[in-house]
């Protein structure tokens, strides 16, 4: 299998975009969440609030233009977007305070398996009922 082979498949095989997006949203969002943490004297949760906030706008942009390729109603796809992530927002603010209360695990390790977790979930929404 050539280069230029591999990259035509890449090109037109949205999961691995989206997977691609997802690998550069993740050491955003711990540095991120170290940061303010850092910042707000080790509340984590708090912090993690926060930047799943800040994440929001910048994974619509990223989504929206280089892995779906929509060119659909913009408002429509960004409410229909914040509506699907206010679940997935409360599911990641849910998930990792259960485990934490629950697992004496470093709260940087439950967010990646949250973050992992839900990110496999949202695919399967995006393409089928956001930019569809």
Do not use: E
């Amino acid at each position: 299998m050539n280069y230029q082979n591999l990259l035509g498949r890449y090109q037109n095989n949205k999961f691995l975009k989206f997977i691609s997006v997802g690998f550069i949203s993740y050491p955003l969002t711990i540095g991120l969440t170290w940061l303010f943490t850092y910042l707000l004297n080790g509340r984590y949760v708090l912090s993690y609030s926060i930047v799943l906030f800040i994440m929001t706008i910048y994974n619509f942009v990223i989504n929206k233009k280089f892995v779906f390729k929509n060119l659909g109603n913009l408002n429509n796809q960004f409410y229909a977007y914040l509506c699907s992530l206010i679940v997935f927002y409360f599911l990641n603010i849910i998930l990792l305070d259960l485990l934490s209360s629950n697992f004496d695990i470093y709260y940087m390790f439950l967010i990646t398996i949250v973050y992992s977790f839900t990110s496999c979930i949202k695919y399967f929404v995006y393409d089928r009922l956001i930019f569809n």
